[in-house]
């Protein structure tokens, strides 16, 4: 076999597969849009891939609402992602993609928190389009690549809930649209299946306005939110290692400090709230090996690290991810692919809260200071590629 052969078998494959290891990073990182389909062969290619991720978050302490201790409050999400590239010229080919980059969701049984929140969720889908502009050199070639993207957010709160009830009173539907950029190089040797990227993507500011109401009548003058999510850069490489196998692996640096607050406006009840985070930079580290059985099927291993962005505003800790994947081609020159990861969430405790005395609670010292223990969740992805 050949490398270029263990390039085309493994490299698409197994590095999409590893992106579910990013799939419940830190902050609200959810999907990356998958621009490396510039680098496969063909005239035109199509990729697809949903992936469904379960965490597990339960609360160990939580002094303002008692009752939610031990119960799972995080919501699973599904990722879906789709791109299709077309080989313009020879030197020139350009990619749309869709993803949800951004995303977070919670639902309790009963109110939390001063908003009495029963249920609170928000995506952020991508649009994208990319372009990469080769270049041969004397032994490889590098690769300039540059796109747009429009980010389209939509937002959902039920609250309102009296202490300890489930009847909700306040509802917020919010949506914006904003747009951004991405920029990268990359240097790649396809002989021996080595390529490095570098890719910077741009932060947006989400000023979203909708619909409130409150008893299930509408609210004059409806809501507004208002948020700062980040700009990050990724670096990327791969190399074959020997005859049939493939490493690779990333390094992810996202400016979450941009992110403060996320406030909420509802002018008809005088509302003026917020999610407080004020967290620090996260960093998501990913690494795998890939290897080719035969012509028609080729699997991965990968771990991912991702650390935690709180600094006691919130509950957002280190999580760990191991996973497994195959590849496998079909007569039609498809190729599907499917995964499996284990996601341990590290425990975090809040510590900003000390000041605020709650009756009855066990050490008033802690205030409304929440924490989770550590929890386990999992991620499913299914995929398929075709080229011509």
């Known amino acids: 076999m050949t490398i270029l052969r263990l390039k085309a078998l493994l490299g698409a494959g197994c590095c999409s597969l590893a992106l579910m290891g990013s799939a419940h990073a830190s902050g609200f990182s959810r999907g990356t849009a998958d621009t490396d389909i510039l680098f496969e062969d063909g005239n035109f290619n199509m990729r697809t891939s949903v992936t469904y991720v379960a965490p597990t978050r339960k609360y160990s302490v939580n ?46 049984s009963r109110s939390s928190g001063t908003l009495g929140k029963l249920n609170e969720d928000f995506t952020m889908y991508e649009y994208g389009a990319t372009c990469g502009l080769k270049f041969d050199l004397s032994k490889g070639r590098v690769w300039l690549i540059g796109g747009v993207y429009n980010e389209v957010t939509d937002y959902n709160l039920v609250a309102g809930a009296p202490v300890g009830t489930s009847i909700p009173v306040l509802g917020v539907d919010l949506h914006d649209s904003n747009f951004g950029w991405r920029a990268g190089i990359a240097y790649e040797i396809p002989e021996i299946a080595l390529r490095t990227q570098l890719m910077y993507r741009s932060g947006v500011d989400i000023n979203a306005s909708g619909a409130a109401s409150f008893q299930g009548t509408d609210l004059p003058g409806g809501a507004t939110g208002q948020a700062n999510f980040p700009q990050s850069v990724e670096f990327k490489a791969q190399t074959g290692i020997a005859p049939g196998w493939l490493a690779y692996g990333s390094v992810k640096w996202t400016d979450w400090s941009v992110t403060e607050r996320l406030m909420l406006n509802v002018p008809a009840l005088a509302l003026n709230s917020g999610n407080l985070y004020f967290w620090r930079d996260g960093w998501t580290v990913t690494g795998g090996i890939g290897h080719k059985f035969n012509d028609q099927f080729s699997g991965t291993v990968f771990a991912a690290y991702d650390r935690g962005v709180s600094t006691g505003w919130d509950l957002t800790g280190d999580s760990y991810t191991i996973g497994t994947g195959v590849s496998m081609k079909d007569k039609l020159g498809g190729e599907l692919r499917l995964g499996l990861a284990a996601i341990y969430l590290a425990s975090v405790s809040e510590t900003q809260y000390n000041n605020s005395y709650v009756p009855g609670s066990p050490d008033p010292r802690n205030g409304f200071n929440r924490s989770v223990d550590g929890d386990w969740g999992y991620a499913l992805s299914a995929g398929y590629s075709i080229k011509w």
């Open 63 to 108: 002094p303002m609402n008692p009752y939610l201790v031990g119960e799972n409050y995080s919501d699973s999400y599904a990722i879906p992602s789709a791109a299709v590239k077309f080989k313009l010229t020879d030197s020139l080919s350009c990619a749309g993609t869709l993803t949800q980059s951004y995303g977070g969701a919670a639902t309790w």
